[in-house]
C-alpha cells in the first residue's frame, strides 16, 4: 500500500477509501438467514395443510391444527437464536450452523410425532409427518447451502462489518492486530483516523491506511457506508473520550470502545463483542438493523400502494402544470439525506421556470411572485410532494421522517447548521414525506431562529421514540394538519 499523502483531506479519503457496493452486516445477515429459515418452514407446513385437505375440515379441527402449526413455526424460531449479541460472523453461518439444524431435528421430529401417534393415530401422524419432514429437510438443506456460500459472500464484501478506528498509540495498534484476525469473519477495516502527525502515528499500520483526522470520520461516512467507530482510548482519559464523541455522536453508526489496557473488569454481558475483542458501548445507531428492515418493508409496502391509489390524482397535477405555465412537470433539487447524503428529491414544480430558486435561499411567502397558479395549490396542500413517493421507493427517503432539507440549509443570511449545534444529528434517519415537526404545526418557510430550533427539538425526539406505530400516527395527523393549511404557502 502506498504511504498515505501527509495533508488530511477529502480527496485523500476518497482515493484510500472508494466508494463501495452494497453489503450486510454478519449480524443483519444471521437475522436474514433465521426469517428465511422460519418461513420455508411456515411455508411447508402450510403446503402440506393444502395437500391433505386440512382447510376443508370443520373449524374447530381445522383450527386445531393451524393452531399446532403455529406452535411448531414459534417453536423452530425460538430454539434458532440469531445471536445478535456477537458482532461478527463466525459459526452462526459456518458449518456448526448446518450441524446445528440436523441436532435439532433429530430432536424435535420424535418429540412431536411421537405424543401425535399416541394421541391421534397413524392418520394424524401422516399428516404431520407430510410436513414436518419436507420441513427439516428443506431447512437442513438451507442451512447446508448458507454454510457453504458465506466464506464465498465475505470474500465478495456482501457479508461484511466495516469498521474504523478513531485513535492512536499502543491502543490502536492492539486493536487493530486482534481486528486484523477477524477478516475471515467479515470484519472488515476501513481506515484509521488519528489527530497525532508524530512518528508515534504511522501512515499505514498492520496493513491499515490513516485516512485523517478524527473530525474527517463524517465525511468517510458521506462516501462509504460504514458501522461501527472503534474508540481506543484508554477509559482514564475521559476528556478526550468526551471531545472525540461530540464529533461523532451525531453520526447514525454504532460507537464503541476498545478498553485493551485497562484494570477494569466486567463481567460478559456488559461488552459487545466483536469475535474476541471486547467493546464498551458508548453510542447505538438509532435504527437496529431489525427496527431498519422493518421501516423500510413499511416504506415500500406504503409508497407503493400510495402511488397505486394517487396515480389519477398526480396524472391530472400533472395536465393542469403543463397547461398552467411553460416548463417541465417535474422540478428535481439537491437534499440533505441520510448522513447527510446529498440526494435529488422529486416535486411537482410550483415556481416558474425563470424564477426557481435552486438553493431554497430565499423563503417562499405568501402572495409570492414566483409562484405559479396551480404552484400555488399545490404548495397550499403539500401536494407538490407527492413525487416523493418515487424517492421512497428508491430508498433515499422514508414516509416518516424528518423533512429533507437542501444541502447546506438556510433562510437568507440565516444557515440552519450555524443556529442549532445538534442540527446534523437529524440525518441520522431518513428524511420523510411528513415528520413530527410538521403534524405539530410547523411547515412553510423558517424565518426565525427559533424556528429552526423547534423544528430539529422535533425531529430529534421522533429519532429518540420512533416505532412503527408512532410512525402510524404521524401519517394519520397529517392528513388532517393538511387540510387546515397551517403556515402552507
Excluded at 100 to 125: D, H, K, Q, S
Amino acid at each position: 500500500m502506498r504511504p498515505f499523502p501527509p495533508s488530511f483531506s477529502t480527496p485523500a479519503i476518497e482515493a484510500y477509501a472508494p466508494r463501495m457496493r452494497l453489503h450486510v452486516t454478519p449480524a443483519t445477515f444471521r437475522q436474514l438467514v433465521r426469517g428465511i429459515d422460519t418461513g420455508l418452514v411456515a411455508v411447508s407446513l402450510a403446503g402440506a395443510g393444502i395437500i391433505n385437505g386440512l382447510h376443508h375440515l370443520p373449524l374447530l379441527t381445522g383450527g386445531a391444527w393451524f393452531l399446532g402449526a403455529a406452535a411448531v413455526v414459534l417453536l423452530w424460531h425460538a430454539l434458532t437464536p440469531s445471536g445478535a449479541g456477537s458482532l461478527a460472523h463466525r459459526s452462526v453461518t459456518g458449518k456448526a450452523h448446518a450441524r446445528n439444524g440436523l441436532r435439532l431435528w433429530l430432536i424435535i421430529l420424535p418429540l412431536l410425532l411421537g405424543p401425535i401417534y399416541a394421541a391421534l393415530g397413524p392418520t394424524a401422524t401422516a399428516n404431520a409427518a407430510t410436513g414436518l419432514l419436507p420441513a427439516a429437510a428443506i431447512s437442513i438443506l438451507w442451512r447446508a447451502f448458507i454454510s457453504s456460500r458465506s466464506q464465498s459472500l465475505i470474500k465478495q464484501g456482501f457479508i461484511s462489518q466495516r469498521v474504523v478506528v478513531a485513535g492512536g498509540g499502543r491502543e490502536a495498534e492492539d486493536t487493530l492486530v486482534r481486528l486484523s484476525q477477524l477478516r475471515r469473519e467479515g470484519v472488515h477495516v476501513l481506515g484509521l483516523f488519528d489527530d497525532r502527525e508524530t512518528a508515534r502515528s504511522p501512515h499505514v499500520q498492520h496493513g491499515v491506511a490513516k485516512l485523517g483526522r478524527i473530525v474527517d470520520i463524517p465525511a468517510l461516512l458521506q462516501r462509504t457506508p460504514f458501522d461501527l467507530i472503534i474508540v481506543t482510548l484508554p477509559p482514564s482519559a475521559e476528556k478526550r473520550i468526551s471531545q472525540v464523541l461530540s464529533i461523532l455522536w451525531e453520526i447514525p453508526v454504532d460507537i464503541r470502545l476498545a478498553p485493551v489496557h485497562t484494570g477494569l473488569v466486567f463481567r460478559p454481558r456488559t461488552y459487545s463483542w466483536l469475535g474476541d475483542v471486547a467493546l464498551l458501548d458508548l453510542f447505538d445507531r438509532p435504527l437496529r438493523a431489525r427496527d431498519a428492515l422493518l421501516k423500510r418493508s413499511f416504506d415500500l409496502i406504503g409508497a407503493a400502494v400510495l402511488l397505486v391509489l394517487l396515480a389519477p390524482i398526480m396524472a391530472l397535477i400533472a395536465l393542469a402544470l403543463r397547461l398552467d405555465s411553460p416548463g417541465p412537470v417535474f422540478f428535481r433539487q439537491a437534499r440533505e439525506g441520510y448522513a447527510a447524503r446529498p440526494f435529488r428529491v422529486w416535486k411537482f414544480r410550483s415556481l416558474h421556470v425563470d424564477k426557481a430558486d435552486h438553493g431554497a435561499v430565499v423563503p417562499v411567502t405568501a402572495g409570492d411572485s414566483r409562484v405559479t397558479r396551480v404552484g400555488a395549490w399545490l404548495r397550499k396542500t403539500s401536494l407538490d410532494e407527492l413525487p416523493q413517493l418515487f424517492n421512497v421507493l428508491e430508498g433515499d427517503m422514508s414516509l416518516v421522517g424528518p423533512r429533507p432539507h437542501v444541502v447546506g440549509a438556510r433562510s437568507r443570511e440565516m444557515e440552519f447548521a450555524n443556529v442549532v449545534r445538534s442540527y446534523s444529528a437529524r440525518h441520522r434517519v431518513k428524511p420523510g414525506m411528513t415528520g413530527w415537526a410538521q403534524v405539530n404545526g410547523l411547515r412553510g418557510p423558517v424565518q426565525r431562529p427559533d424556528e429552526i430550533r423547534r423544528r430539529v427539538a422535533l425531529d430529534l425526539e421522533y429519532i429518540d421514540r420512533w416505532s412503527i406505530g408512532f410512525d402510524l400516527r404521524i401519517l394519520a395527523l397529517t392528513l388532517p394538519t393538511v387540510l387546515r393549511g397551517e403556515n402552507a404557502v
